[in-house]
Nanobody, 124 residues
Framework: QVQLVESGGSLVQPGGSLRLSCAAS????????MGWYRHAPGKQRELVAT???????NYADSVKGRFTISRDNAKNTVYLQMNSLKPEDTAVYYC??????????????????WGQGTQVTVSS
């Protein structure tokens, strides 16, 4: 069993900063790509940023230059540093990870796992 637990969501004023964290735990063999997605009311869920195990990153155009994704492989944790926040960044932010897990004996399988979401509200 694998769990992703997010933290760091909050209410913040426009122009402010927040740092989200997502820690994975369980019968993990390895964690491949990790990422953050967000879902705003009335909109489809969208990709925010991803990072490979080797540290290669990818960002949505709307957050480039403002958000930074990073990870600590020793802690099985991914972070999202969000600066210069705008009201349009308001959403529930979800962590996603591509994880290879032990399924019995030496056997392994790879699955996508999602966190429960953390609310980010940008408002004055």
């Amino acid at each position: 069993q694998v769990q992703l637990v997010e933290s760091g969501g909050s209410l913040v004023q426009p122009g402010g900063s927040l740092r989200l964290s997502c820690a994975a735990s369980g019968s993990i063999f390895s964690i491949n790509t990790m990422g953050w997605y967000r879902h705003a009311p009335g909109k489809q869920r969208e990709l925010v940023a991803t990072i490979t195990r080797g540290g290669r990153t990818n960002y949505a155009d709307s957050v480039k230059g403002r958000f930074t994704i990073s990870r600590d492989n020793a802690k099985n944790t991914v972070y999202l540093q969000m600066n210069s926040l705008k009201p349009e960044d308001t959403a529930v932010y979800y962590c996603k990870a591509d994880i290879t897990v032990y399924i019995g004996g030496a056997n392994r399988e790879t699955y996508d796992y999602w966190g429960q979401g953390t609310q980010v509200t940008v408002s004055s």
